[in-house]
């Protein structure tokens, strides 16, 4: 089942936050007069309670805001306990109280996942090194020649050349969309052809770095008003992932500076 965040409000004491999980939230909430709602991502949660606490600057705030966050893990040594924060004067005055590990994370469950692990400091490199041999994928743009999708093993090098040598397959062995397609439609694509590549071969892992198409567009959950071609293109995805995971696979999130199959243009 996939973690969720409580955002809550109380307006009689002025008390907000973002919980981990609703056992949590409904002693603050319940037989209160409050307002509450659940999410599936940090993000969205302090979006929503930014909206309630500063309801005059709420349009303001856009998607492209959203990117610069950044979270801070902070691991305090002699407890051996952590917190997140979203931003980086919390962080520090904790750090020059407690003697502890910290680091600066895109997303909350990057920075949460890093200090729940034991907060260990260790490179790229030997990060890359001790990957599973799945398959991973990923999308990009910076090329100038429009949206490219790429999968890969944990070697980093494109596989879509041998299982899909019909298709528009350009001299980087990465397939070429144009650019008439969003990048996430090549996520989304990616990920389709990486299920494809998984169910043949009966491996039971894969691995991206889009939040988006892993936590919602491959299950289903896409709006309305996306192009035709996409919503059809995440029913397809939606079906495979639902074989694929039945057969014990599993999709996950994979950080970007990690990714084998990793374009380099979504940074």
């Given amino acids: 089942m996939s973690k969720k ?44 309670l930014d909206s309630i606490l500063n309801p005059n600057n709420s349009s303001n705030l856009t998607h492209k805001t959203n990117l610069k966050q950044k979270f801070y893990g902070c691991f305090f040594i002699d407890s051996e306990t952590f917190s997140v924060f979203d931003n980086w004067e919390k962080c520090k005055n904790k750090i020059e ?13 990057e920075a949460y996942e890093w200090c729940s692990s034991g907060a260990q400091y260790i490179t790229k ?46 001299e980087f062995g990465n397939l070429s969309l144009g650019s008439s397609k969003t990048n996430n439609f090549g ?33 289903g959950h896409i709006k309305s008003d996306i192009d035709p071609e996409t919503i059809e293109l995440a029913k397809i995805v939606s079906k495979k992932r639902e074989l694929f995971e039945k057969l014990g696979g599993t999709i996950s999130h994979i950080s970007g500076d990690y990714n084998p199959a990793d374009l380099g243009f979504h940074k």
């Fill in 97 to 109: 109280q407690f003697k502890c590990r910290y680091k600066s994370f895109k997303t909350y469950e």
């Fill in 125 to 170: 490199k030997s990060i890359q090194n001790n990957l599973p041999d799945s398959i991973y994928f990923d999308a990009g743009t910076g090329r100038g020649i429009g949206v490219e999708s790429k999968v890969s093993y944990k070697d980093g090098i494109s596989i879509l050349p041998k299982y899909f040598p019909n298709e528009n397959i350009n």
């Fill in 187 to 219: 996520e989304l694509k990616a990920l389709d052809m990486a299920l494809d590549i998984a169910l043949k071969n009966n491996i039971l892992e894969i691995f991206g770095d889009s939040s988006l198409i892993i936590n919602y567009w491959s299950k």
């Fill in 5 to 48: 965040f409580y955002g809550y409000y109380i307006p009689e004491t002025n008390e907000s936050g973002i919980l981990e999980s609703w056992g949590e939230c409904s002693k603050k909430v319940l037989g209160r007069k409050s307002q509450y709602k659940s999410f599936f991502n940090y993000n969205e949660a302090k979006l929503w």
